[in-house]
């Protein structure tokens, strides 16, 4: 029987030179000059860490992360801002979050749109995604053009499309 994943995952790779470029740009911005900032990437939890001196340059900071997430094409419905920690001298600190797979609520609601579209397909939930089966492969393929057309407020990928 032909199925395809359903997942939501951020390439970390891209992530990494997202923080590169913006690295690259922090240090040759002049307003960051003799500044104390950072941009700290931690791929095995996911995150990233900006701090500054104060919570302009760190909102500075954002803005320029954000824009070479974008401009790697990654989809900033994945990214989850954390609020900003503001210490008693003033240095400023932010987590910056990716989200990994599909939680369960957002599977879920995925899962019930799917049944709610009528196709003659199955889904069920596995691990931090959602495996959708049926006889054939127009259906699969009706189901992705649905999907796509829905907004669940994380990006979707679909892979591992098998006949």
């Known amino acids: 029987m032909p199925s395809f994943d359903i997942v939501s995952e951020v390439d970390l790779q891209e992530v990494d030179n997202a923080v590169n470029q913006a690295r690259k740009e ?7 000059k003799g500044s104390i900032a950072s941009i700290d990437f931690k791929p095995r939890e996911n995150k990233i860490l900006l701090t500054a001196e104060d ?5 500075a900071l954002h803005d320029i992360l954000i824009a070479r997430l974008a401009k790697r094409t990654i989809d900033l419905r994945n990214v989850k801002r954390e609020d900003q920690e503001i210490s008693s ?10 989200q990994q797979g599909l939680e369960g609520d957002k599977a879920k609601e995925i899962i019930r749109a799917i049944k709610g579209a009528g ?3 199955q889904s069920q939930l596995q691990e931090k ?4 089966t049926g006889k054939k492969r127009d259906d699969l393929q009706e189901v992705i053009s649905f999907l796509r057309g829905q907004d669940f407020e994380v990006a979707l990928t679909f892979g591992n499309f098998r006949d």
Do not use: C, P
């Open 89 to 98: 001298t003033g240095h400023a600190r932010q987590e910056i979050l990716f």
């Open 55 to 59: 919570a302009s340059r760190l909102r």
């Open 119 to 121: 196709a003659k397909v």
């Open 129 to 132: 995604q959602v495996r959708v």
């Open 26 to 32: 922090l240090a040759t911005r002049f307003d960051f």
